[in-house]
């Protein structure tokens, strides 16, 4: 059995088209901007947030009304195959977990296999967001105790992702799908609930900008002012 590990790309679409023809499967997701999709003489237009599966062999070309970003995962695992080849052609609509994990994605500069491996998962043969496989229960409310006592160190999202023993993009796609929002700005919301809580207590400024990780005082009192200006 094939155990070839799938390919992850972020393209730069614009107005002139190519034909291409590859011999993996291919899994495309629109980005930003709206996506055209020629397939065999068709066009196919992807709005932002959606995905189609491209059989091995076919002929596709990508163009964009303007310019726009897609991401584009090739696979040729028998397993993705047997998974994936059912799809094939039918424009399917993303998964709202998926498109935070597409944000966080394009904001990186290289990705791991297990990204790819991520965005496949959205994919099933019922056209809905697969099942999940068996995944790695985590603990929120342990965690967000954790992130707590940890509130003045210097905490990223490998920091994090090492506590629930994951990979920071599985870990990013749990948590965007949880609480809505990438882990460092969970962080900045567990800081700012802290630094309320002390500043109502009467602490001073300078000490709660201390104990809850804010580089200055005037960093803190520009947050405590943002969270009080309306919306």
Do not use: N
């Not at 944000?103 to 965005?119: D, F, G, I, M, V």
């Not at 496949?120 to 929120?140: C, K, M, N, Y």
């Not at 023993?165 to 802290?194: K, N, W, Y």
Request: glycine share 6%.
């Amino acid at each position: 059995m094939s155990t070839a590990v799938p390919t992850l790309a972020l393209h730069e679409i614009g107005s002139a088209s190519r034909w291409l023809s590859h011999a993996q499967l291919h899994v495309v997701w629109a980005f930003e901007g709206q996506l055209d999709l020629q397939l065999d003489g068709g066009t196919t237009r992807l709005a932002p947030g959606h995905s189609v599966v491209v059989a091995p062999g076919r002929r596709r070309a990508l163009a964009a009304p303007r310019s726009a970003r897609c991401f584009v995962v090739g696979c040729s695992s028998e397993h993705h195959l047997q998974r994936l080849l059912p799809l094939a052609g039918r424009v399917r609509a993303t998964d709202p977990a998926v498109g935070y994990l597409l944000r966080y994605l394009a904001a990186q500069p290289a990705w791991s296999a297990s990204a790819a491996e991520l965005l496949l998962d959205s994919v099933s043969a019922a056209g809905e967001p697969a099942p999940p496989r068996h995944r790695r229960a985590i603990d929120w409310p342990q965690l967000l105790g954790w992130i707590d006592r940890h509130l003045a160190d210097p905490l990223d999202v490998a920091a994090l992702a090492a506590q629930v023993h994951l990979s920071p993009t599985q870990f990013t796609a749990r948590c965007t799908a949880e609480f809505g929002c990438a882990p460092i700005a969970l962080v900045r919301r567990q800081r700012l609930a802290a630094a309320l809580r002390l500043r109502a207590g009467g602490l001073p400024v300078g000490m709660v900008a201390a104990r809850c990780g804010y580089h200055s005082p005037s960093a803190l009192t520009a947050a405590l002012r943002r969270d009080a200006s309306p919306r």
